[in-house]
């Protein structure tokens, strides 16, 4: 498992003084890598459920595995993010705590539906949520053979704010019509601000044989509400397919690294609820400050178990210096 912490002192003419850079790169090397905080739990809003944490984990019919460098995905018929129609199986993700000024989200993602002929649509991407009824998505996307027209591949963008499903702003393609496979490296990225200071994105893509990135129009454009969210307050950053239909063999669907930069993770370090590499006073005051509060995603909830409690205070002082 090949992970890469970087801190880059960067400096141009425009600039005297130069700004630190945080890299985090996993390759999928053999597996996850554990100095990350990989996880399989997803926010899946539910009024009955006191905690609504769920495991997307499956190992069963539909399984992962690390094949070649690369995170394959047998995607499971019955994935859907659509409105109220929520259901997630094998969305690995990070959480993160925020973002700073300069990040960047990218991977490189693959289609192969296998011999399949699809019908409807068949997507895999990234997905930047604060749960699963609120998230920004980009994606490889199959459009789906008509009958008339054969199947072909293009990038694509989503938008979901409180089950309400959009278009996310930018589109491109068509690529590899009837091609049984296809992939893409995609990156979404921090623009600055526009006239009115308002924040802007980039959603940009390199095809096999392209030297270098280029801009998806009509990239840059405004920062869509949940990005903005997941930003400023922390949420989650995950690789996620769909599919709507039961092949014979099921889609794959494969990632072969994903790369943050500026991106504060949440629970690098074992304790270190700030995430700023260090467990200290900072981190045991936030934990006492949130104790016997409730529910998701609580910078303070170490154990993210929907509670901040003993557990998580133990777990601040069994690793209170580490990374100091």
Not at 37 to 49: F, G, H, K, Y
Request: hydrophobic fraction near 40%; include cysteine; glycine fraction near 10%.
């Amino acid at each position: 498992m090949k992970a890469t912490l970087l801190a880059l002192g960067l400096a141009t003419t425009l600039c005297v003084n130069a700004f630190a850079q945080t890299v985090y790169v996993d390759e999928f090397d053999g597996g996850f890598n554990p100095a990350l905080p990989w996880s399989w739990l997803v926010v899946a809003p539910n009024p009955d459920a006191d905690c609504d944490y769920v495991n997307t984990e499956n190992t069963g019919d539909f399984p992962y595995r690390f094949e070649g460098g690369k995170l394959v995905i047998v995607m499971h018929p019955w994935n859907s993010t659509y409105d109220q129609w929520n259901y997630a199986a094998n969305f690995p993700n990070l959480p993160v705590l925020g973002f700073d000024a300069g990040w960047a989200i990218e991977t490189e993602v693959s289609l192969n539906l296998r011999g399949n002929i699809p019908t409807v649509y068949t997507q895999a991407g990234l997905m930047v949520m604060r749960d699963m009824d609120n998230y920004y998505q980009a994606m490889l996307i199959v459009m789906p053979n008509d009958g008339n027209n054969p199947h072909k591949f293009w990038l694509s963008t989503a938008h979901e704010v409180n089950r309400n499903y959009q278009y996310g702003g930018a589109s491109a393609g068509f690529w590899g019509e009837n091609e049984p496979s296809f992939s893409f490296k995609l990156r979404l990225e921090d623009a600055g601000v526009n006239e009115n200071n308002e924040p802007l994105i980039k959603v940009r893509v390199q095809l096999e044989g392209w030297t270098d990135f280029v801009d998806v129009w009509p990239s840059p454009f405004v920062r869509p509400q949940v990005l903005g969210e997941v930003a400023q307050n922390g949420g989650r950053i995950a690789l996620f397919n769909l599919v709507g239909f039961i092949g014979d063999p099921q889609p794959e669907a494969s990632f072969s690294y994903i790369r943050l930069e500026n991106i504060r993770l949440a629970g690098v370090i074992e304790g270190d609820v700030d995430g700023n590499g260090c467990v200290d006073d900072a981190d045991l005051l936030s934990v006492l400050f949130s104790f016997g509060s409730g529910g998701e995603e609580q910078a303070a909830d170490v154990n993210r178990d929907c509670v901040v409690d003993d557990a998580d205070l133990l777990s601040v002082l069994f690793n209170f210096g580490s990374g100091c």
